[in-house]
């Protein structure tokens, strides 16, 4: 596609419930990149995959939250028995090559405003 | 881990005026990024540098490796500038793990 799209754009949880936010990243691109932006704070880093190869999970808070990238494309984070601190924006963004050096320019969606009540 | 502070936190300015919104970093980086989001937008990638300086347009990034300082520029400026302007750095083998500062918010007044 033309860019990075993701979905749902707004998700209102229960606490303790489970939730899974989609990205589709610019199409060819290896590299894709989940942040968890909180209100008023910049973006932090949560996961990179290099085509469907997580590389680096060190960012997922705790091990209620998963992310696979199965195909090498589309990629999902999902996240299991929500409380209201994962409340938050997940930005997800995708870039043409491996890691980020170069000409290598990162491209966000627009993301998913997760709201856990 | 990489600090990464941005000044001011607020900016208003007149349309016309100069703007410069600063970045600076405790750790040595491969490379910073500038980046832009409009309220309830998305964020869109201005520029990556990793030394000198890049332009575009009314836009201009400067980075000064050996003060860890980086600085961007918007001449001119309109009201459709006004957004959050984010800093964030990529450090040696993860350059990909980036650390974002706060952003600074620009308000730009007709």
């Known amino acids: 596609g033309a860019g990075v799209s993701q979905s749902p754009r707004y998700k209102v949880a229960k606490r303790g419930q489970d939730v899974a936010l989609r990205c589709d990243p610019i199409?060819?691109?290896?590299?894709l990149f989940w942040y968890q932006q909180a209100l008023g704070q910049g973006p932090e880093f949560l996961t990179y995959?290099?085509?469907?190869?997580?590389?680096?999970k060190s960012g997922l808070p705790s091990d209620r939250f998963f992310a696979e990238r199965p195909e090498g494309s589309v990629s999902t984070l999902k996240i299991q028995r929500t409380q209201q601190e994962d409340s938050a924006v997940y930005l997800c963004?995708?870039?043409?090559?491996?890691?980020?050096?170069?000409?290598?320019?990162?491209?966000f969606g627009a993301g998913s405003r997760l709201t856990v009540l | 881990k990489n600090e990464v502070e941005q000044s001011p936190q607020n900016l208003t300015a007149q349309e016309g005026e100069f703007i410069t919104i600063n970045c600076s970093y405790s750790?040595?980086?491969?490379?910073l990024h500038w980046l832009q989001q409009h309220p309830g937008g998305g964020i869109v990638s201005l520029f990556m540098?990793?030394?000198g300086k890049k332009k575009h347009g009314r836009l201009i990034a400067t980075i000064n490796i050996q003060e860890k300082h980086s600085s961007l520029h918007i001449t001119a400026s309109h009201p459709r500038d006004s957004a959050v302007y984010i800093c964030?750095?990529?450090?040696?083998?993860?350059?990909?793990?980036?650390?974002f500062g706060k952003g600074t918010l620009l308000t730009v007044n007709p």
């Open positions: 199409s060819g691109h290896v590299s």
């Open positions: 964030a750095v990529g450090s040696g083998g993860s350059n990909y793990k980036l650390t």
């Open positions: 540098l990793s030394s």
């Open positions: 995959f290099q085509n469907e190869a997580q590389l680096d």
């Open positions: 963004a995708s870039s043409r090559t491996g890691g980020l050096s170069g000409a290598n320019v990162l491209t």
């Open positions: 750790v040595g980086i491969s490379a």
